[in-house]
C-alpha cells in the first residue's frame, strides 16, 4: 500500500514537471515574440548597397526603440518600394544636404564630410550631383556603396522627392552578430559631430 502511494506521488510529481516546463516553454517564446517584436530585432543584408560596412548575408541586430534617427545612424526602414531596406543617415529634417563641394565630398548644412572610415573603398560619395533641403520629419539616406545604392538620390523624381519619414523607421542597426568573424557593435562616425 506504501508502494503504490509513493509510486503516485512520483507519477504526479512528474506530470507537474512536465507541465512546469511546457508552461516556462511557452512563456519564453512569448517574451521572445514580443521583444521581437518591439524591442530588438534581426534583420538580413540582401544585397551589396552598404559594402564594406556591411557584406551581403551579414545579420544585424536593430534596437526598435533607439528613438529618432540622428545623422551616421545605420538605420532599418520601410523602403520606396514597401520592404525593409537598411541605409545610413546623411541628412535630418532641417539639413541642407549637397553634392559635391571643391573636393567632391557630401556636406551637411556646409559642412563637408569625411567619409573615409565607412564610403566603400574607391567609390566617390557621389556620382550625381544634388542639393536639397530635408523637410522636417524626413530623412536623407545613402549606401555605404554608393556606386551600387538605390537610396535617396536614386527617388528623387518619385512622390516624398527621395526623402523617407521619420516614422517609416524600423530600428537603428547597433551591432553585426553574424558572421561571428565579423561581429561588430555599429559607432556613428565623428565627421557628423562636426555638422552643426
Not at 530585432?41 to 533607439?66: H, Q, W
Not at 554608393?146 to 527617388?155: L, Q
Not at 516624398?160 to 519619414?165: E, M, Y
Amino acid at each position: 500500500m506504501a508502494v503504490t502511494k509513493k509510486a503516485e506521488a512520483v507519477e504526479k510529481k512528474k506530470k507537474g514537471s512536465f507541465r512546469e516546463t511546457i508552461l516556462l516553454l511557452i512563456v519564453g517564446v512569448g517574451i521572445a515574440l514580443l521583444l521581437q517584436a518591439f524591442v530588438v530585432g534581426s534583420f538580413y543584408i540582401p544585397s551589396e548597397s552598404m559594402e564594406n560596412t556591411l557584406l551581403i548575408n551579414d545579420r544585424v541586430f536593430v534596437n526598435k526603440l533607439a528613438g529618432k534617427p540622428e545623422r551616421g545612424d545605420i538605420i532599418v526602414f520601410k523602403g520606396w518600394n514597401g520592404e525593409d531596406t537598411i541605409k545610413r543617415v546623411i541628412g535630418v529634417g532641417g539639413d541642407k544636404v549637397a553634392c559635391c563641394d571643391s573636393k567632391k565630398r557630401v556636406t551637411v548644412n556646409g559642412t563637408p564630410l569625411d567619409e573615409t572610415s565607412y564610403l566603400y573603398p574607391g567609390d566617390f560619395p557621389s556620382g550625381d550631383t544634388f542639393k536639397y533641403t530635408v523637410p522636417q520629419g524626413k530623412l536623407w539616406l545613402m549606401g555605404d556603396h554608393r556606386s551600387a545604392s538605390a537610396d535617396s538620390r536614386s527617388h528623387v523624381e518619385e512622390p516624398g522627392g527621395g526623402f523617407i519619414a521619420e516614422d517609416q523607421v524600423i530600428g537603428k542597426a547597433v551591432m553585426r552578430y553574424w558572421p561571428l568573424s565579423r561581429g561588430s557593435i555599429f559607432i556613428r562616425p565623428d565627421t557628423f559631430d562636426k555638422v552643426k
